[in-house]
């Protein structure tokens, strides 16, 4: 039998920011659901409680395994339809049974979507089984938080938006439904406040060659004046994904991308163009990536992308120190011109590379890359670890037309097609 009980309690509300509901009375309503296994009853038993916000609280083990019946915003990702719509502020977590497993959710597509214009939501401590599509996306909120939550598997569909690619996102936050350009910019709006994505377990395996499946993807939010974002993507463990693990494109605030652990796996998808990229940080904003830990598996691709791809969306100041970057790529592979441990390219401005350790094989370690009319300018790169790198064409790869680029403290080769390059070493300066 289905069991859906709310709770109230008294002591202190918890306060989650400017906007958080009460009951009037300054308590917050708490709902327990406890899955019963059956996909008809667990959906309308949490669909029920979130729609009454405030503390949601599910317990055992859920099936999603029914036809997702909430249409879901025109922005949101394809199919454009979820199992559970959350619309208004709430906590949605788990909790651990006496076997010590935590709540789990099988199946589902897009279990939960997030469309809560002006709220805080909250989604942690949830067990994510094989989700068509994703696990959780957010269309609207200001202040997110998705937290200790393990995603295991995603089923990859079919995407209209992207041409019928089959894609799997397992966190997408996201205000346009592919990806944001100067002509498509989405609503950035509907994305504000602090969005933390931490201390999450994601595997994403399921996708095949012909797939593109992703960590965590965050495109157009944020936006000047009032409504920018503190975005902290940090703590994760990403494995088994086939074009990038961390996909950010379009900040309007600050983006903090630290201390995760990504292990690509081998199977590359079909994204083409400069994919894949374990990390990959693309258009305006303040990006910081620091103390992350990747081992790429793939024969193409960097570890760390810093990357603009319109004059009017540059990159600017961009800081990328202490990540542990490892390019295990196959024996005898065949590098392309997107291969490097780190790459900064096209409309990119003032990127600052400090301090890296880089191991393995790949066309580069450190390369600064043009892209079209796009020209890396004023890139350093300062006392980044190369020892025993092994490079098919340089240590440091600087590009025909980037300007002013600064190398200190840099060892190995060097290929530098560029204007205004100034090397540095210890001791004195050349070129």
């Known amino acids: 039998m289905r069991i859906v009980r709310f709770l109230v309690f008294l002591g202190t509300a918890l306060a989650f920011g400017p906007g958080w509901a009460d009951d009037g009375n ?21 669909q029920a409680a979130v729609d009454r916000g405030g503390q949601v609280l599910l317990q055992g083990h859920f099936s999603f395994d029914q036809p997702p019946a909430k249409p879901t915003s025109s922005n949101a990702f394809s199919p454009h339809v979820a199992t559970i ?3 208004k502020a709430v906590v949605i977590s788990g909790t651990r049974d006496q076997q010590g497993e935590i709540t789990s959710i099988d199946r589902g597509t897009w279990p939960f979507a997030v469309e809560a214009l002006g709220s805080p939501v909250v989604i942690r401590g949830l067990r994510f089984v094989r989700p068509n599509g994703g696990a959780i996306q957010v269309n609207a909120v200001r202040g997110l938080e998705i937290s200790d939550c393990r995603i295991e598997g995603i089923v990859p569909l079919s995407n209209r938006d992207l041409k019928g690619a089959r894609v799997g996102l397992a966190i997408g936050v996201s205000t346009v439904s592919t990806h944001p350009s100067p002509a498509e910019r989405g609503q950035p709006e509907n994305v504000a406040g602090t969005i933390s ?3 999450n377990d994601i595997d994403a395996t399921g996708g095949a060659a012909a797939d593109l499946t992703v960590g965590i993807l965050v495109f157009s939010v944020g936006q000047s004046p009032g409504q920018e974002v503190d ?10 994904v086939t074009e990038r693990a961390v996909n950010l494109r379009q900040v309007g605030g600050r983006a903090y991308v630290e201390q995760n652990v990504i292990s690509t796996g081998s199977i590359v998808g079909a994204a083409g163009g400069v994919a894949p990229d374990a990390i990959h940080a693309v258009g305006t904003g303040s990006y910081r990536i620091a103390h992350n830990s990747i081992h790429s598996g793939w024969a193409n691709g960097a570890g760390i992308r810093i990357h603009a791809n319109f004059a009017e969306w540059p990159i600017i100041g961009a800081i990328v120190v202490d990540n542990d970057v490892t390019m295990a790529a196959p024996e005898n592979t065949l590098f392309g011109t997107n291969s490097a441990g780190i790459e900064i390219r096209g409309y990119a401005q003032g990127t600052a590379v400090l301090n890296n350790r880089i191991r393995g094989r790949a066309r580069a370690a450190l390369a600064v890359i043009t892209q079209g009319d796009g020209i890396p300018g004023n890139s350093e790169f300062v006392s980044n670890d190369l020892e025993g790198f092994q490079a098919t064409l340089a240590g440091v790869l600087v590009d025909k037309g980037v300007t002013n680029t600064r190398l200190v403290d840099e060892k190995g080769k060097f290929e530098d097609g560029g204007i205004g390059t100034v090397i540095v070493r210890l001791g004195g300066k050349e070129k």
């Open 26 to 46: 300054g308590v917050t309503p708490r709902a327990v659901v406890v899955g019963t296994g059956d996909p008809d009853r667990d959906v309308a038993a949490v």
């Open 197 to 199: 994505i931490v201390n």
């Open 231 to 240: 975005l902290h993507v940090s703590g994760n463990r990403i494995s088994n």
């Open 85 to 87: 719509l959350v619309s």
